[in-house]
């Protein structure tokens, strides 16, 4: 198991730019794929990125594509979620996750992860 940490949420004006940051204790960190999540009030949690164990594959959700980059710092344990060009339909709160599957580069799916962080709050102001 792994302890996960989010943290750079906050509010911005839309078009502004917001950097998550998610902090990994406990078995080690390049073992695992990572995934960040949203959960806006009201509505489903939904995938946004993911990233591979080495850092080299990436996948993102369509509507965030070209404006958030998932990253990772194996050495930190650490990975990342660079949001750019923010929309008030971003608001959210965001997760990060942590899987362990063997056979899975990345993952979209929620059930795909295995250990989650608490959230950190995004809110974007049109």
């Known amino acids: 198991q792994v302890q996960l940490v989010e943290s750079g949420g906050g509010l911005v004006q839309a078009g502004g730019s917001l950097r998550l940051s998610c902090a990994a204790s406990g078995r080690t960190f390049s073992s695992y794929f990572m995934g960040w999540f949203r959960q806006a009030p009201g509505k489903d949690r939904e995938f946004v990125a993911a990233?591979?164990?080495?850092?080299?594959?990436?996948y993102y959700k369509n509507s965030v594509k070209g404006r958030f980059t998932i990253s990772r710092d194996n050495a930190k344990n650490t990975a990342y979620l660079q949001m750019n060009g923010l929309k008030p339909e971003d608001t959210a709160v965001y997760y990060c996750?942590?899987?362990?599957?063997?056979?899975?580069?990345?993952?979209?799916?929620?059930?795909?992860?295995?250990?989650w962080g608490q959230g950190t709050q995004v809110t974007v102001s049109s």
């Open positions: 996750a942590a899987g362990r599957r063997f056979n899975v580069l990345v993952a979209s799916t929620p059930n795909d992860y295995d250990d």
């Open positions: 990233i591979s164990r080495s850092g080299n594959t990436t």
